[in-house]
T-cell receptor, first 116, second 116 residues
Framework: AQKITQTQPGMFVQEKEAVTLDCTYD???????LFWYKQPSSGEMIFLIY??????QNATEGRYSLNFQKARKSANLVISASQLGDSAMYFC?????????????FGTGTRLTIIP | DGGITQSPKYLFRKEGQNVTLSCEQNLNHDAMYWYRQDPGQGLRLIYY???????QKGDIAEGYSVSREKKESFPLTVTSAQKNPTAFYLC???????????????FGQGTRLTVV
């Protein structure tokens, strides 16, 4: 069974500082994908970044990077130069299964608040 | 534009009534999912379908039912057996294929269901 753990229910960060959101996972699937999503107060889910389990390099997308440590089973999201618009819920998620993409499992989320 | 459409955005249900939430996608995605989100919590998987005329229970399927008669559509029925149906419901879709983990899930805008 897959499991995603996000241990930070809430974080407060000063604007323009970098922030790291923690995510650890557990799976017995040989191949899996790790995702981060942002959910503003409007409720929509916005895809941020993806990391495949066989990818050698950490994924980056603009101000977002994923610190992937496979041996530790962690996939932390790093946001550089935080902005007020980054205030939202952030969810770590995993896809996997015997055929690779059968099921998506989400963590409980971290509420990030950027302070001016 | 391709995407996922959920309707209605807000839904009110009397106790003891069944209601059906609509989810339609024009992304030509094979897999579709239904999630439930309670205030301040993560997403919990209700049902998912990887192909037409086939679907599997997720982690909290009791009190819910689905159908997948068309690739584009994956309606969710919240039955009177669901003890606490008030929540935010999100529909998602992904492409599916052997070993294809590197595909993000696209989400609809969600339906907020309230039992009155």
């Amino acid at each position: 069974a897959q499991k995603i753990t996000q241990t930070q229910p809430g974080m407060f960060v000063q604007e323009k500082e970098a922030v790291t959101l923690d995510c650890t996972y557990d799976t017995s699937d040989p191949s899996y994908g790790l995702f981060w999503y942002k959910q503003p107060s409007s409720g929509e889910m916005i895809f941020l970044i993806y990391q495949g389990s066989y990818d050698q390099q950490n994924a980056t997308e603009g101000r977002y990077s994923l610190n992937f440590q496979k041996a530790r089973k962690s996939a932390n999201l790093v946001i550089s130069a935080s902005q007020l618009g980054d205030s939202a819920m952030y969810f770590c998620a995993m896809s996997g299964g015997p055929f690779g993409n059968e099921k998506l499992t989400f963590g409980t989320g971290t509420r990030l608040t950027i302070i001016p | 534009d391709g995407g996922i459409t959920q309707s209605p955005k807000y839904l009110f249900r009397k106790e003891g009534q069944n209601v059906t939430l609509s989810c339609e996608q024009n992304l030509n995605h094979d897999a579709m999912y239904w999630y439930r989100q309670d205030p301040g919590q993560g997403l919990r998987l209700i049902y998912y379908s990887q192909i037409v005329n086939d679907f599997q229970k997720g982690d909290i399927a009791e009190g819910y039912s689905v159908s997948r008669e068309k690739k584009e559509s994956f309606p969710l029925t919240v039955t009177s057996a669901q003890k606490n149906p008030t929540a935010f419901y999100l529909c998602a879709s992904t492409t599916r294929g052997l070993g294809r983990v590197n595909t993000e899930a696209f989400f609809g805008q969600g339906t907020r269901l309230t039992v009155v």
